[in-house]
């Protein structure tokens, strides 16, 4: 799993709970968005965690958010 800590994750802005991302600092950040219903996330409807291309050989929490959130089509 990939850790909020961790420097990759810094640089998004990636927190494992949706809700918990800094709406201030992040003024993209669009309600209700998170990993699991983002273009990028790799895991399967329902899935707690899956991955993400941005963070290569780690999983992202599905309630999770980063930055390069993009709504999934
Ligand atoms: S790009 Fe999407 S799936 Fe990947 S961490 Fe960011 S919000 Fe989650």
Not at 19 to 27: R, Y
Not at 57 to 67: D, I, L, M, S
């Amino acid at each position: 799993m990939l850790e909020i800590g961790d420097a990759q994750a810094v640089v998004f802005g990636y927190v494992d709970d949706a809700t918990q991302a800094d709406k201030v600092k992040f003024t993209n950040y669009v309600s209700g968005s998170a990993c699991s219903n983002c273009a990028l996330f790799q895991g399967e409807a329902g899935d707690v965690a899956g991955g993400c291309p941005l963070f290569v050989g780690k999983h992202v929490a599905a309630k999770g958010w980063c930055t390069s959130w993009a709504k999934k089509a």
